[in-house]
Structures are given as C-alpha cells and as structure tokens.
C-alpha cells in the first residue's frame, strides 16, 4: 500500500480557514485520495476524496497536485467542532482496506 | 435510517473469556469490516466482507472471528480473549461513491480484557 505523510498536529484559530498537508510521493494511478476525521470519542468520519481533480463539498474542499505526490484538504471556516484527528489515506478499488496512519491532530482555539 | 450500530458500547472480560460484538446497518452496503484502535494510534483492519457469505482477514486477523450470513450484520467474535486485545472496536460498512468507497464508521466499542 501506498504511504501518506501527515504532520503530527496542527493549530488554528476558530473562523480561519485550515490547510491540512498530506504527502503522497509513491501514489499509483490508480489510487485515491480520501480524508476522513475522528473527534473524540467517536468512530472516523468521511470527509472527502478524489482521484485527480480538486473535489468540493460542503464539509471541505480537496486540492490536489498536478504530479499528485501531495494534496491538502481544506477547511473555509474552522470552529471548535473541527478540532478532530484528520488521516489522510490511499485506496485503490471498491472495497478496498483502508490502511490510517496516525494523521493529524488538528486543534482549534477560540 | 441509524447507519452503522455497535453492541454493546463496553465490555470488560477477564482473560479467556469468548464473546460476540454485534455490528448491524441499514443502508443495504455490501462491503463492511472490523479495525481495532489502540490508545495513540490509527486504525487496524481486523476483517472485512464484501458481500454476505464472503469474508476475508485483514492486517490482524489472529484471535478474532467473523461471519456475514446477512447483507445488514456482521459480529466479530473473541475466541479467547487475551489483554493484548484490549482496545476499541469499530465496525464500518461502505458503499461505492465515484469509483471508489467511502466508509461509514460505528460509534465502537471499548473492550478491557482483564
């Protein structure tokens, strides 16, 4: 499996938007791009994904290389509740094993 | 619809006991699976299935067992319950989304194995 490279932790001001890294310099072409995010005490949630094209939705906004070795996920306006471990991760086809790395712990200050 | 269920929410057991965390959703996906979160660390697939009747072992199979005679439950059962299996549980169930899968998550169960 591909590997992701993620910053340990990040921090940001609540109603700034956030720019969260992910490396992926050994991505294949046929791998995708997916984001979920864990708050605390809960079960990972879906974020976002793409394969080549930036991706919108109305959580975040995916951007990702011309080479994609790399993508950042955005967040427009951070509030508290986006204060949450964010994992960046490779898949390939449907059904295919999610592999989380330890992501990034994300925190938001008032 | 209430998504992905996870029964029960915590459980301590002493070493060597056996028991069955009930995973059920109602969103007719095809493809689910079991990870296990240790304190600190991301997510390690148990099993999966992608599709009643068919299952398959993950990256840490060893001391669990799985079946899926229906498309909606999939349990996780503990042959013998050791502490290095203390951690939470979490059952995902996925459906196909612009050629690849998105996963929806339970909200876990916390396992203490005494």
């Known amino acids: 499996d591909a590997k992701t490279t993620q910053p340990n932790s990040m921090e940001s001001n609540e109603e700034e938007p956030v720019h969260l890294p992910c490396n992926h310099s050994t991505i294949s072409g046929t791998d995708y791009i997916h984001w979920y995010r864990q708050l605390p005490s809960q079960g990972p949630e879906y974020v976002i994904h793409g394969l080549t094209s930036n991706v919108n939705n109305r959580m975040a906004s995916l951007a990702i290389a011309e080479d994609r070795k790399s993508s950042t996920l955005i967040l427009h306006r951070a509030t508290l509740r986006d204060a949450a471990v964010y994992y960046c991760i490779l898949s390939m086809e449907y059904g295919n094993k999610l592999v989380f790395g330890a992501g990034t712990i994300l925190r938001v200050k008032s | 619809n209430a998504g992905v269920t996870q029964t029960p929410k915590f459980q301590v057991l002493k070493t060597g006991q056996s028991m069955t965390l009930q995973c059920a959703q109602d969103?007719?996906?095809?493809?689910m699976s079991w990870y296990r979160q240790d304190p600190g660390m991301g997510l390690r697939l148990i099993h999966y299935s992608v599709g009643a009747g068919i299952t398959d072992q993950g990256e840490v199979p060893n001391g669990y067992n799985v079946s899926r005679s229906t498309t909606e439950d999939f349990p996780l059962r503990l042959l013998s319950a050791a502490p290095s299996q203390t951690s939470v549980y979490f059952c995902?169930?996925?459906?196909?989304?612009?050629?690849?899968?998105?996963?929806?998550f339970g909200p876990g169960t916390r396992l203490t194995v005494l």
């Open positions: 995902a169930s996925s459906y196909w989304d612009r050629g690849t899968d998105t996963q929806y």
């Open positions: 969103m007719n996906h095809e493809y």
